[in-house]
């Protein structure tokens, strides 16, 4: 996901329940949950207010002039 100039890359299933955060709200850098509204830091994954309470999953990004390098485990 970009904010700003930056991108970020973190799982897209909430650790809470199976929701889809492709569904989320965004502002800045925090991602909503649109099932039971947690929020998560973009840039860290951690997870920021309850229900949830484990972090997403992130993943080291790299941007190689047009092309975006995700860095899966
Ligand atoms: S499923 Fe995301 S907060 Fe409950």
Same mark, same amino acid.
């Given at each position: ?7 970020? @890359? ?10 889809? =955060? ?24 951690? @997870? =920021?207010? =309850?229900? @949830?309470?484990?972090? =997403? ?17």
């Amino acid at each position: 996901m970009k904010v700003g100039e930056n991108i970020y @890359a973190v799982d897209g299933i909430c650790t809470h329940e199976y929701s889809d =955060l492709s569904m989320s709200f965004m502002n800045g850098g925090i991602v909503t949950c649109p099932l039971h509204l947690s929020q998560f830091d973009l840039k860290t994954g951690e @997870a =920021l207010s =309850l229900p @949830a309470t484990e972090s =997403l999953k992130s993943y080291s990004v790299t941007i190689q002039g047009t092309s975006v390098f995700v860095e899966m485990d």
